[in-house]
């Protein structure tokens, strides 16, 4: 079992930088798992943005995210971060954190059926205005 809580959403100025956090509890071991960050905009899917696996560190960014998004981990506190920076507009949503066993991250936008990720986060609103 897994729990999940994020933080760290805001409202930013286009261009601007926040950071996402997402801690981690439960009887799971932290490393035996996959942790994603899902968005969501009113009326449009839930969107894989990133994922990282514990246990290796490999990871995956949607192209649109590629070079102004960085995941990242700290072991110690259970803890996986999303630092994004040059943030857009189109940034615009609420940002679920999720995990899933194996710690595996598929290489595509098409391995993130968020309906075959059974742990969540209670998300957290990022806005961006331009």
């Known amino acids: 079992q897994v729990q999940l809580v994020e933080s760290g959403g805001g409202l930013v100025q286009s261009g601007g930088s926040l950071r996402l956090s997402c801690v981690a509890s439960g009887s799971a071991v932290f490393g035996e798992y996959a942790v994603s960050w899902f968005r969501q905009v009113p009326g449009k899917e839930r969107e894989a943005v990133s994922c990282?696996?514990?246990?290796?560190?490999?990871?995956y960014y949607r192209d649109s995210v590629k070079g102004r998004f960085t995941i990242s981990t700290e072991k110690a506190k259970n803890t996986v971060y999303l630092q994004m920076n040059n943030l857009k507009p189109e940034d615009t949503a609420v940002y679920y954190c999720a995990a899933d066993f194996p710690s595996y991250c598929g290489h595509y936008a098409s391995d993130y059926d968020p309906q075959e990720w059974d742990y969540w986060g209670q998300g957290t609103q990022v806005t961006v205005s331009s």
């Open positions: 990282i696996s514990i246990n290796d560190d490999d990871t």
